[in-house]
């Protein structure tokens, strides 16, 4: 089965702060997305990467920044958080882009800004 | 700008009854939908999809159909049971190569299946 590993499940974080958010799949997928889920809102792409050190950006990526050093890992950054980013982030990844793209997802991690 | 859309935050349905989720899209170029379910504190999990090229598609108690005229598809469960009880996000995407073929999520409807 792939995984999909978020290392941190639950934060809470002070307006300002630096936050890394942390994903790494097991199964050498080359494409790894970062999304938000909010209540009414769905799930909105902040940004994806489809290979190492390569990233596009989502539909919100303001106040984000991300990285892929490693293929297996895709880290997601608050350079300062506000709390208007308080959210539930979810990391997936795919082995092709093509239209049947099934991601798979990681458990979630909620972070919150105070 | 809501290319995918539900229009029903939530439903709620007695067990063993059918469940309908209705999905509405705006981009004709998106060729292949999906359905992802996700319980509470766990990362969304794929159901079923359906290429353009299809109008039904079946999986068990799970059916998809499209209706590309009307831009309109819809998740049918049957017999529901409690266990379906989560939020279902329709998805969609076009068969572009590339960085284009990205998932593009609607809202959300919440299912509660009662007894």
């Known amino acids: 089965d792939v995984k999909v590993t978020q290392s941190s499940r639950y934060l809470v974080k002070r307006t300002g702060e630096k936050v890394f958010l942390e994903c790494v799949q097991d199964m050498d997928h080359e494409n790894m997305f970062w999304y938000r889920q909010d209540p009414g809102l769905g799930l909105r792409l902040i940004y994806f990467s489809y290979d190492v050190k390569m990233k596009e950006k989502g539909d919100i990526p303001e106040g984000y920044s991300v990285s892929r050093e490693k293929k297996e890992r895709f880290s997601l950054i608050l350079e300062s958080a506000s709390t208007n980013q308080t959210s539930m982030y979810l990391c997936?990844?795919?082995?092709?882009?093509?239209?049947?793209?099934?991601?798979?997802f990681g458990a979630g991690s909620r972070l919150t800004v105070l | 700008d809501q290319q995918v859309k539900q229009n029903s935050p939530s439903l709620s349905v007695q067990e063993g009854r059918i469940s309908i989720l209705n999905c509405d899209y705006t981009n004709s170029m998106f060729d292949y939908f999906l359905w992802y379910k996700k319980y509470p504190a766990e990362g969304p999990t794929f159901l079923i999809s359906?290429?353009?090229?299809?109008d039904k598609n079946e999986d068990g108690r799970f059916t998809v159909f499209l209706n590309k005229s009307a831009k309109h598809l819809s998740l049918h469960i049957v017999p529901s049971q409690p266990g379906d009880s989560a939020v279902y996000f329709c998805a969609a995407s076009w068969s572009g190569t590339g960085t284009a073929s990205k998932l593009t999520f609607g809202t959300g409807t919440r299912l509660q299946v009662t007894l």
């Open positions: 997936a990844s795919t082995a092709r882009l093509t239209g049947a793209n099934v991601l798979t």
């Open positions: 359906i290429s353009s090229i299809k």
